[in-house]
């Protein structure tokens, strides 16, 4: 196996602050879907240690940098794929972009059953991580997309494109945009506010066509670093520019 023994984790204890940060997160999932997000967990871990998903390798970091950092984000991403006014054929369904280990499609697809989550990824390695997991996990609302999400074509399109470190809001409004449903949104996971991001996409003649509807701050439960999401939806025959809200 090769690599440097990973210090032991309690799993009792991964249980124990998982379930904490579910219930700072007002997710109330019930106990099959906690163990399936700490069976996933451990099979991040199994995997990175040869598939180098994550430049975290310590397990107890992995449940907050990862898990509880994609699960804060699931309450806006699975509200909005529940309620948005899009087409019957895009409600529910969540396209994750660039989703590599599966962050937040997965997390989102084991508390959201519900919700129908494609992950699409570029490194084929990383997808047959994704499809391993759908299968163990038993997750018949995710599905692993092997490709570029520029040349991905579907004809129903989706309720909501998410993305966590994935691209530059530039990139992603135009690599992904041509997915979304009429009605649809755009969420992208950020840290720190992104003002430059923002100010590269006027600069790029972005915000024409699309406009920023909210960019509200996260609490990640035991994580000290800022995060925010950008909530995006197209504009109606080129409406004006309108402020940008604040944080």
Request: one cysteine or more; glycine letters at 8%; proline letters at 6%.
């Amino acid at each position: 196996m090769g690599g440097a023994r990973q210090p032991y984790i309690d799993p009792a204890q991964q249980k124990r602050r998982l379930e904490a940060g579910l219930g700072a997160l007002g997710l109330a999932l019930d106990p099959a879907q906690v163990d399936t997000l700490l069976s996933y967990l451990a099979l991040l871990a199994k995997w990175n240690a040869t598939y180098n998903l994550t430049a975290i390798r310590n397990a107890d970091e992995m449940l907050t940098h990862h898990l509880l950092d994609s699960l804060a984000a699931v309450p806006a991403l699975a509200e909005s794929a529940r309620s948005l006014s899009v087409p019957e054929a895009a409600r529910g369904r969540v396209l994750d972009v660039g989703s590599g280990g599966g962050m937040p499609g997965l997390p989102l697809a084991i508390a959201c059953p519900d919700v129908h989550v494609l992950m699409v990824d570029i490194v084929q390695k990383k997808t047959a991580f994704l499809t391993q997991c759908r299968a163990q996990l038993r997750l018949p609302n995710a599905a692993a997309h092997w490709g570029a999400v520029e040349k991905l074509d579907d004809p129903n399109g989706f309720a909501v494109i998410t993305s966590r470190a994935f691209a530059e809001l530039t990139d992603f409004v135009a690599l992904a945009g041509h997915l979304l449903a009429p009605g649809g949104k755009l969420i992208a996971m950020k840290g720190v506010y992104p003002h430059a991001e923002l100010d590269r996409m006027e600069a790029a003649g972005q915000m024409a066509r699309w406009q920023v509807e909210a960019v509200p701050r996260l609490q990640v439960p035991g994580l000290e670093a800022e995060r925010h999401l950008v909530v995006l939806s197209r504009r109606d025959n080129g409406a004006a520019v309108q402020g940008r809200p604040v944080q």
